[in-house]
């Protein structure tokens, strides 16, 4: 059962959780990391090393825009296939993200994450709206 008057706040804190934590994850790659530093691990994995500005872009602008709540749910399913390459990059360390070249915990939690704001929507103090792609159509067998 959801609650109808308790729920929009719910999704407004899993909002700002999963902005907060894509920006972070941008961040990382930037202050700590650093673009080169980031590109060079892209190049031992076998990724382009020029997609780490674009990566590290996605991430930090999707992040703002998630916090923001300006199409927060449609956002959040863009940045999944990045999530998707990043968990696949890590697979072999096993689960725990502390682990030695970090686990796939962590990445996996940001893309089931942005799937459930996806199907749960922007909820309260979103600044733009949208609301599910194809929702209200009927579909066709």
Do not use: C, Q
């Not at 790659?29 to 020029?50: E, N």
């Amino acid at each position: 059962m959801i609650d109808k008057n308790s729920a929009p706040y719910g999704v407004f804190l899993l909002r700002v959780a999963l902005g907060g934590m894509w920006v972070s994850h941008a961040l990382l790659k930037y202050v700590v990391f650093t673009i080169p530093g980031f590109a060079g691990y892209l190049g031992s994995l076998g990724f382009s090393p020029a997609l780490a500005w674009p990566v590290f872009l996605m991430e930090l602008t999707g992040g703002i825009l998630i916090l923001l709540g300006v199409y927060a749910r449609h956002v959040a399913l863009l940045l999944i296939p990045v999530m998707v390459a990043a968990s696949s990059a890590h697979i072999g360390n096993g689960w725990v993200f502390s682990a030695a070249g970090g686990g796939w915990e962590y990445p996996a939690f940001l893309v089931v994450t942005s799937f459930a704001l996806w199907l749960i929507g922007d909820g309260a103090f979103a600044l733009r709206s949208r609301p599910l792609l194809f929702a209200g159509r009927p579909v066709s067998a």
